[in-house]
């Protein structure tokens, strides 16, 4: 099958900004769970609470995601992972806006690296306000598929995590952490609560920690340093899996001229996800 067919392919979506999921993820980040007030600006990421992948359950695939072949081509590679994002954020979202959510398949394409076969795809979202031109938020969504584990192939080289820091976090990621996570984005994907099925299918040690769930607590730490930044541009690549069978630390760096560097460091020095942060002018970095 020929993916690359799927390219141009798009899906409409629209929903509210309710107040609940907002104050659902800031409990989850161990903030007060204080529902915030019609017209209160939604912080950047927060987005991800809604338009939820509502497939039906007779629709479930063996991995937890919705079977293959709908909006996103059928990629018959058993592994999927998140490998990165960027963003614009052209515009305040605000609790109580009605939005429409217009995804977008950018690309499609295959190669073959040192653990297989590899398919990329990535989706283009533009979130606006109803019935409003203009674009509030433009996303780009880096989508990888891989073969399951060959015995033996060999793993990428990791990479040091930056030893400069201004600013780090521990985070625990326990199962209740994750749990919440998946529920709050209705994120039916089996890695991130399913033991059984991670070690014994996927392969891997613990569940995984979600990738969007990082980014998250990344820009959380830059709103917690930096309360008055206004975050315009954020991007992240995912570099190494990390899972709830250790402890891992969110970090960040001022620069003097340039984004703000964010990542995650695990619990062995290694660089498992590399992000940077861009403020409006004037504000401080």
């Known amino acids: 099958m ?3 067919t799927w390219i141009g392919t798009q899906e409409r979506v629209t929903d509210i900004l309710g107040a609940t999921p907002c104050a659902a993820l800031a409990a989850t980040l161990d903030r007060p769970a204080e529902r915030p007030e019609r017209g209160a600006a939604l912080p950047p990421l927060w987005h991800w ?3 939820l992948p509502l497939y039906r359950q007779s629709e479930v695939g063996p991995d937890g995601h919705a079977r293959r072949g709908g909006f996103l081509p ?15 954020f052209h515009a305040p979202l605000r609790i109580g806006d009605e939005v429409e959510r217009t995804s977008t398949i950018d690309a499609v394409s295959e190669k073959e690296g040192r653990s297989g076969r590899l398919v990329f795809v990535k989706v283009r979202h533009e ?5 409003e031109a203009e674009v509030a938020l433009t996303e780009f969504h880096d989508i990888v598929y891989r073969e399951a584990p060959r015995l033996g192939a060999p793993e990428p080289a990791p990479l040091a995590a930056p030893a400069d820091a201004d600013w780090e976090r521990e985070v625990v990621p326990d199962d209740v952490l994750l749990f919440r996570y998946s529920a709050l984005t209705f994120n039916g994907h089996r890695i991130h609560y399913d033991r059984r099925y991670v070690t014994e299918v996927e392969g891997y040690p613990g569940l995984v920690v979600h990738g969007p ?5 990344l820009l959380d730490l830059l ?3 930096l309360p008055e930044a206004v975050v315009t541009a954020f991007s992240f690549r995912a570099l190494r899996p990390v899972f709830d069978i250790h402890r891992f630390h969110v970090c960040g760096a001022r620069q003097a001229d340039g984004p703000v560097r964010l990542w995650a460091r695990d619990h062995e020095g290694w660089l498992c996800m590399d992000a940077s942060a861009t403020l409006a002018p004037g504000e401080p970095a």
């Open 2 to 4: 020929d993916l690359t």
């Open 49 to 51: 609470l809604y338009f």
């Open 74 to 88: 059928p990629v018959p590679l058993p592994r999927r992972m998140w490998a990165g994002s960027q963003f614009r």
């Open 127 to 131: 979130v606006r306000r109803r019935h």
């Open 213 to 217: 769930l990082i980014a998250t607590l």
């Open 223 to 225: 709103r917690e340093r």
